[in-house]
Structure formats: structure tokens, C-alpha cells
């Protein structure tokens, strides 16, 4: 009975200590931004390693992109999809597409908005994109390791507060929502709508009106399977302002549409815009939740030859889920069950020494209801 109490303190222990460091992580940290708006300042992703200089939260320990280990996230059922309302607008309705000389923004109107999948809700400022060039991917979060060719931003600001460049500034102030681009067999009649634009726009500074359409046709057809973590903007001033949702399902666009992407646009010296991605940051203890069960979440042999360190932690990580859990589970029913039995053994003994002492009858009573109820 002690042995078996101790194991199953030991282990509400461990694992209230867990969920305890990722529900704060979760709650404090959020974020991202080229979502700055006119105000042009003089970064470059040449000095990327020097922007806490200027730009102090740049070096802070909750900043975005990140590379999300799937072994190591953590299903959370209460991650509902993501529901968005306003997104198709008409071909009447324009839009300001243009180039800040960082990336090609669309400015978007506050119509659209997050409506489901978050605790609040968050209306839309712009989209941009970040990728590489016609060498190689680029997009800002990987996933286990691996970089898609290019990524899509959707930035949008908590509507309990009045502008964007409010809410920038608050905890709890930004959602953006990110996608993966990779190349498909087919020209993407939505990302055309953009990208027919591009040579309009070559030079940093340049603005052009396009026509409304879908943008979600920009996103993936599945918004219910995604990453969630706090983060900040992956841009000066970095503010950790960004609860991030990342999708699992990627948008497919052709070869050529890459091409131009990654060819289209110059930068302010007048160089060819390319690999406008931030190097991932570290989690330092924040947790990456899925909205969904993911293959690798589950506990599996350790494959050999792999790092040892980093295996032996993705295991331990990985068995939170499955193997923690049950343990606990296990060791609760174990702890009954020794307690029903101890009081099995204590209500006999009382049983029989009720002949000689009238006074116990009441504790055996009570020893009786709680065996029926076992
Ligand atoms: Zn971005």
C-alpha cells in the first residue's frame, strides 16, 4: 500500500508539474510581423543575428518562427477548427497589394475574421509570404526538421482592442495564421491573383490595387488539423504578442508560380528579394499543442543510430500522452483497490471483535458502505 501510494504521488507529481509549465507557457507567450504598416525601419535578414540591438524583444525567449517537432507535441481535443467568416470578397472590393521591400503584402479588410478555433475573436489586417529562392525553400516554421518552399502569413488583431497597432503591444493581441506552399502539378487560381500582380510591384515602396476574390482559397482546405503555440512576430520589432496557428495540410501551387515569387520582387538596395525567412528560435520550455493525434505523438521504439540525447528525450516526451497517463490511471485504480481491500480486511477483524466491543459498530457500518461502493 505505501509503495503503491508513493508511486502514484511520484507520478501526479511529474505529470502536474508538466501540465503546470505548459499551461503557463501557453498562457503567457503568444506572436509575429512584417505586420508593421507604413513605418519602414532598416532591417535586413542580412543582420538577422543583430536585431536585438535595435530591437530588444528580438532577443527575447518566446520568439517565432520555430521548428515544430511532431514527436514532441502535445494533443490538445480542445483545439476546435478553425472557422473563418468574410473571407470571399467580391472582385468589386480592391485590395492594396505592394511590396515593403521584406515581402508582398495584401492589405485586408477588418470583414474578415477568426470566428472559431480561438478563445476570442480576431479580425484581419494583411497577409505576406516568406520563401527562398530558385535555390532552395523557404519558409520560416519547419516541421521536424524539414523546410517547405514558401509560407503564407494571415495577421490578425484580438478585436477587444481598437486598432491593430494596439492590440501589437498586448499579450493576448495577435492570431496569425500560417500555411505551407509547395510546388503541385497545377497553376493555383488563387495565389494567380497575387502573383499576376508581382511585376507591378517590383520595387520596394510600390503599391497596386488588385480585385477582391476567396482569400481562403489562399489557406488549406483543412483548417481542423493544426499547430498551436505563443510566439511573436517573426519580424522587428518581434514583439511576443502572437498566438500562432500553424496547419498541417499545405497549399499547393505550380512550379512557375514559385518561380515568380521568387524572382519577381527587389528589395531596397535594388537586390532580388529572396529568402526572406527568420531562422527558427528556441522553445525554451514552451509547448507546441496539435489539434489533432498525430502518428508520431504516440510511444514507439527508439530508432537506432539516432543522437542520444535527443532521442531520449523525444521518448520521454513522446510518452507523456500514452505512457504517463495510463501509469497514473493504473496507479489510482491499484491505490482503490489496495484501499478497498485493506478496508475488506479491517471491517472482518472489526466483525469479530464487535462480540467483545459494542462501540465499533459504527465504524464497521461505514466500512460496509464504502466496500459497496467499490
Ligand atoms: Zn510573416
Redesign the pocket.
Known amino acids: 500500500m505505501s509503495r503503491s501510494a508513493l508511486r502514484v504521488s511520484l507520478l501526479l507529481l511529474a505529470v502536474l508539474g508538466r501540465a503546470g509549465a505548459g499551461s503557463e507557457h501557453v498562457g503567457q507567450d503568444p506572436p ?4 508593421q504598416g507604413p513605418g519602414h525601419s532598416h532591417w535586413s535578414y542580412e543582420d538577422v543575428e543583430h536585431w536585438g540591438v535595435v530591437y530588444p524583444d528580438c532577443a527575447r525567449t518566446s520568439q517565432s ?1 520555430i521548428n515544430i517537432d511532431v514527436a514532441k507535441t502535445i494533443f490538445s481535443p480542445h483545439l476546435r477548427p478553425i472557422q473563418l467568416s468574410g473571407y470571399s470578397l467580391p472582385a468589386n472590393q480592391k485590395l492594396k497589394l505592394s511590396n515593403n521591400g521584406h ?1 508582398v503584402v495584401l492589405e485586408l479588410p477588418e470583414s474578415l475574421a477568426i470566428t472559431g478555433g480561438y478563445a476570442q475573436q480576431y479580425r484581419a489586417v494583411q497577409l ?3 520563401w527562398g529562392s530558385l535555390m532552395g525553400p523557404g519558409s ?1 516554421h519547419t516541421i521536424s526538421g524539414h523546410r517547405f518552399a514558401a ?3 494571415v ?1 490578425h488583431y484580438n478585436t477587444k482592442y481598437e486598432s491593430f497597432q494596439k492590440a501589437m503591444v498586448q499579450p493576448d493581441g495577435l492570431a ?1 495564421l ?1 500555411a505551407f506552399l509547395e510546388v503541385g502539378p497545377r497553376e493555383n487560381p488563387y495565389y494567380q491573383e497575387i502573383f499576376e500582380h508581382l511585376n507591378e510591384i517590383e520595387a520596394e515602396g510600390e503599391e497596386v490595387m488588385v480585385s477582391g476574390f476567396n482569400i481562403a482559397g489562399l489557406l488549406p482546405a483543412n483548417l481542423k488539423f493544426y499547430f498551436h503555440y505563443n510566439g511573436s ?3 522587428p520589432p518581434c514583439y511576443q504578442t502572437v498566438k500562432w496557428t500553424v496547419f498541417n495540410q499545405t497549399v499547393l501551387i505550380s512550379r512557375e508560380q514559385m518561380s515568380t515569387l521568387a524572382r519577381s520582387l527587389r528589395n531596397e538596395d535594388s537586390e532580388p528579394l529572396q529568402n526572406n525567412y527568420r531562422p527558427v528560435q528556441g522553445l525554451n520550455g514552451r509547448w507546441v499543442l496539435a489539434s489533432f493525434q498525430t502518428t508520431l505523438s504516440v510511444e514507439k521504439p527508439i530508432p537506432p543510430g539516432r543522437d542520444g540525447s535527443a532521442t531520449t528525450e523525444g521518448h520521454s516526451s513522446s510518452s507523456f500522452h500514452a505512457g504517463d497517463v495510463l501509469a497514473v490511471l493504473f496507479g489510482v485504480l491499484f491505490a482503490i483497490t489496495a484501499l478497498a481491500f485493506l478496508l475488506y480486511i479491517y471491517k472482518h477483524r472489526s466483525q469479530n471483535a464487535r462480540l467483545d466491543s459494542p462501540t465499533k459498530s459504527k465504524v464497521i457500518y461505514t466500512a460496509a458502505s464504502t466496500e459497496n461502493t467499490v
Open positions: 509575429h510581423s512584417s505586420e518562427p515581402t505576406h509570404l516568406h520560416e509560407e503564407i502569413h495577421v496569425v500560417g512576430l517573426t519580424t
